[in-house]
């Protein structure tokens, strides 16, 4: 659930998002959101294209799991509040995989009577490897 | 392949209906229970004057395509194109009832040698979210790379 509105105000750097995990991920997780984002590029979903492309199988789109870190976003900050979201691919999400979302308000400032707040997020593998950095800003009051 | 010429290019609009079976559908994929994507009161609640669409929705308007003509014809090799990735500026949230129109355009191509040799382009995709009444909804911009052969 959205974090409460003067919670939200109170807001300042270094404040961490409440952690999220997700997984494992399956091959059913990717054939859903295949159907449900549109993205049917068959290396997310089709085994045998896959090793085709010299794959040992099938990888998460990234809209998958930037889709699954909106969640943290919208739910920590306030779907309505979020006025900028990025996210750069660092690497790829497998089948089995179990993902972790962390989010850290950088910085709080104000901009044309606007309190506004600057997050980083990132999505790790459970190996470590990190998969998404992502960056957004939230007006917070 | 893309190149530097291509810039400013006006790629293809596509307008699509922001429907609350579709959004129903996409938060179930990404495992996403707050009810406001799902339950009118439960937006009401929250503030929202119908059910909102979650922060990536945007990009099933960019799927709504039976194939994406306009980036082919740009000369990707499909084979060797990854998306580094995408930003979101959002004017206000998307809503069920919205239709949106989503007009691409080239913003920049940029080529340097890849670490592994051969030329990594990087195609930079600017998108505009309008609503029915012409307002812009969202803005989005993408990062496309092609890998050296």
């Known amino acids: ?141 | 392949m893309p190149d530097p010429s291509q810039v400013g290019l006006e790629l293809d609009e596509v307008t699509f209906p922001v429907e609350r079976g579709k959004v129903r559908e996409f938060v179930r994929a990404l495992h996403e229970h707050d009810p406001i994507y799902q339950d009118a009161d439960a937006a009401a609640a929250a503030g929202f004057t119908a059910i909102p669409a979650p922060l990536t929705f945007p990009m099933v308007a960019m799927m709504w395509r039976e194939r994406d003509a306009a980036i082919e014809d740009l000369g990707f090799d499909f084979k060797r194109l990854l998306h580094g990735g995408t930003t979101w500026e959002y004017v206000r949230p998307l809503l069920v009832g919205d239709e949106i129109t989503v007009k691409r355009s080239v913003a920049a191509v940029n080529q340097r040698e890849g670490k592994r040799g051969g030329v990594m382009t990087f195609v930079t995709i600017d998108t505009e979210i309008t609503d029915a009444t012409g307002g812009v909804v969202a803005r989005q911009t993408d990062t496309l790379i092609q890998t050296g052969a």
């Open chain 1, 1 to 141: 659930m959205a974090t409460t509105t003067s919670t939200l105000a109170s807001l300042s750097a270094e404040d961490q998002a409440p952690e999220q995990v997700h997984g494992p991920v399956t091959r059913s997780d990717l054939v859903r959101y295949a159907g449900a984002g549109g993205d049917f590029n068959p290396i997310h979903h089709d085994e045998q294209f896959a090793r085709d492309a010299g794959l040992d199988t099938v990888f998460a789109m990234g809209m998958f799991h930037a889709g699954l870190l909106s969640r943290l976003v919208a739910g920590w900050l306030g779907l309505a509040n979020v006025r900028r979201f990025g996210v750069r691919f660092t690497g790829q999400v497998w089948p089995g995989d179990t993902l972790t979302f962390n989010g850290v308000v950088d910085r709080v400032y104000e901009e044309d009577g606007v309190r506004l707040a600057d997050c980083s997020f990132t999505v790790t593998r459970q190996t470590g490897d990190v998969a998404i950095t992502a960056t957004a800003t939230a007006a917070i009051a």
